[in-house]
């Protein structure tokens, strides 16, 4: 799978722009995930925090959003959510079609983090 190789370009994605802020660390990961992108979401969270343990995302919460698949139609334009992923039609008119709008994504939506306290002299 190729959970954990995302997962690591994740926790690298938000370390770095954890510590790039001055932040001690990250302490929350929203991630916007398409149902076609092929990612199993268990699978990511488990990976997310293996890849996170010794980072500044250690210890993080995950939260995923999963998107819809939206499909554009050719016939009418409608930008329509399909019910089911086997069923590649306009939920309007039913015509086929295979122009996907979204649900490919796999996106950090937004991260949460803890700024450093400062030291007391
Ligand atoms: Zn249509």
Do not use: K, W, Y
Request: glycine share 8%; aromatic share 2%.
């Amino acid at each position: 799978m190729h959970e954990l190789s995302l997962a690591q370009a994740v926790v690298g994605t938000v370390a770095d722009a954890a510590v790039a802020n001055g932040a001690a660390r990250v302490s929350l990961v929203r991630l916007r995930v398409g149902m076609l992108s092929g990612v199993v979401c268990s699978a990511l969270e488990f990976a997310f925090d293996v890849a996170a343990d010794g980072t500044a995302a250690e210890g993080a919460r995950l939260e995923i959003e999963a998107l819809p698949v939206v499909v554009h139609c050719p016939t009418c334009g409608t930008d329509g959510a399909l019910a089911e992923l086997t069923r590649f039609r306009c939920p309007a008119c039913g015509t086929p079609t295979a122009e996907v709008v979204q649900g490919r994504e796999l996106e950090i939506a937004s991260i949460e983090v803890v700024v450093a306290e400062e030291a007391t002299p």
